[in-house]
């Protein structure tokens, strides 16, 4: 069964700074890995999505990278602002149609 | 509409109470998922349909749970029963095809279940 992982799990920055959220899973047999936003009350937002075959995906200040073979992707926000601060879930999709999630990060970003 | 919408958007049940959560998928949508999220957890799969034939039922934790797609558009999870570990956000997915590999699975807003 995939495991995902993701740390950590609280994250608390000053405006500007730069993010860094990792993930990390088991099996490296996957078709695609994505990273999802979460407001409290709300749904899932889709960031970006990587295909096993890429190494990067980028959008705006987003930034996130996918090393298949060592089952890691990592995210980057550039000069993160305030209202980036939400939880950044990974989900990670095998060769069925079902997404394995890690359990988040929660980021805060002060003012 | 727009998006994925769920009703209701809160539920507080007594325990040994059945509800039944609504999902309306994206018009034309042919893949329908159901999730459960736990306090600080991320979402688990609960089960699959493509059109009205669910396909994938492995997540459901118990037979109390039942979820259908009569007419391949809108869904209803039905849960019998209900347990104080029932109690969870209950998330509806869906995708326009059968998943390719850029296939994305927009989320609706979910249902708050709290079993007392």
């Known amino acids: 069964k995939q495991e995902v992982t993701q740390i950590p799990a609280a994250l608390s920055v000053p405006e500007g700074e730069n993010l860094v959220l990792n993930c990390s899973f088991t099996?490296?047999?996957?078709?695609?890995l994505q990273w999802f936003r979460q407001d409290p009350g709300k749904g899932l937002t889709s960031l970006l999505l990587?295909?096993?075959?890429?190494r990067e995906q980028t959008s705006g200040r987003l930034n996130a990278s996918l090393d298949k073979s060592s089952g890691r992707s990592t995210l980057y926000i550039a000069a993160s602002q305030p209202g980036d601060s939400a939880t950044y879930l990974c989900?990670?999709?095998?060769?069925?149609?079902?997404?394995?999630f890690g359990a988040g990060t929660t980021v805060t970003v002060r003012a | 509409g727009a998006g994925v919408s769920q009703s209701p958007r809160y539920k507080v049940a007594k325990r040994g109470q059945d509800v039944a959560l609504r999902c309306d998928p994206i018009?034309?949508?042919?893949?329908l998922f159901w999730y459960q999220q736990a306090l600080g957890q991320g979402p688990e799969f609960l089960t699959y349909?493509?059109?009205?034939?669910?396909?994938?039922k492995s997540g459901l934790p118990s037979d109390r749970f039942f979820a259908e797609r009569p007419e391949g558009s809108v869904s209803t999870l039905k849960i019998q029963r209900t347990q104080q570990e029932d109690s969870a956000v209950y998330l509806c997915?869906?995708?326009?095809?059968?998943?390719?590999?850029?296939?994305?699975?927009?989320f609706g807003p979910g249902t708050r279940l709290l079993v007392l």
């Open positions: 989900a990670v999709r095998g060769n069925d149609y079902k997404l394995s």
């Open positions: 018009s034309g949508h042919v893949s």
């Open positions: 990587i295909q096993s075959s890429q």
């Open positions: 349909f493509q059109n009205e034939a669910q396909l994938d």
């Open positions: 099996d490296s047999a996957i078709y695609n």
């Open positions: 997915a869906s995708s326009r095809t059968s998943g390719g590999a850029l296939e994305t699975q927009y």
